[in-house]
C-alpha cells in the first residue's frame, strides 16, 4: 500500500488495534501527508484520529442507548481499568440495565475485559481517546 518503514508496521498496526476501517484511513493519511513514512507519522506520538474515523465513530456513539452512553463515559474518563462493581457504584445503575450495557459494548467490541484477581473493563483505546476529546 506504499508504506515505508516496515520495521514501524507493527508499532501503528498495535496502535490502531488492527482495525482494518482505521488502518485504512490511517494509511491514506500516511501516503497523503507523510509521504508513506510509517515512523514520520508514529514520530507524532499522537493518536490520530481523521476526519472518516470520527464521523464513524459518532455515528457509533450516536447509536447508543443513554445507559450505554453513561457507561462509555464513566470508562472513558479512567485512567485505571474498572470492575463491574466499581461501574455499578459510580453509575448508580441496576445490575441489569449495567450487565445489558456491558455486554452490548463487548459485543460491539467497544469495550475489554480483561482477566485477573477481579474482572476488569476497558475501552477500544481509540474510542476512549474519541469520547474524551469529541464528546
Not at 58 to 82: A, T, V, Y
Not at 126 to 134: A, D, H, L, P
Amino acid at each position: 500500500m506504499g508504506l515505508k518503514d516496515e520495521d514501524s508496521w507493527l508499532n501503528l498496526l498495535n496502535l490502531y488495534e488492527g482495525n482494518p476501517y482505521y488502518l485504512q484511513n490511517i494509511i491514506y493519511c500516511i501516503n497523503s501527508i507523510f509521504d508513506g513514512s510509517v515512523s514520520d507519522f508514529l514520530a507524532e506520538n499522537e493518536l490520530i484520529i481523521t476526519k472518516d474515523i470520527e464521523s464513524k465513530l459518532e455515528l457509533l456513539f450516536n447509536r447508543l442507548s443513554p445507559k450505554e452512553q453513561k457507561i462509555i463515559s464513566k470508562l472513558s474518563n479512567s485512567d485505571q481499568l474498572l470492575s463491574r462493581e466499581d461501574l455499578k457504584v459510580n453509575l448508580e445503575m441496576s445490575s441489569t440495565d449495567l450487565i445489558n450495557g456491558l455486554e452490548s459494548l463487548k459485543n460491539r467490541y467497544l469495550l475489554t475485559k480483561i482477566k485477573g484477581d477481579k474482572i476488569m473493563f476497558n475501552l477500544s483505546h481509540i474510542f476512549k481517546e474519541y469520547v474524551r476529546n469529541y464528546c
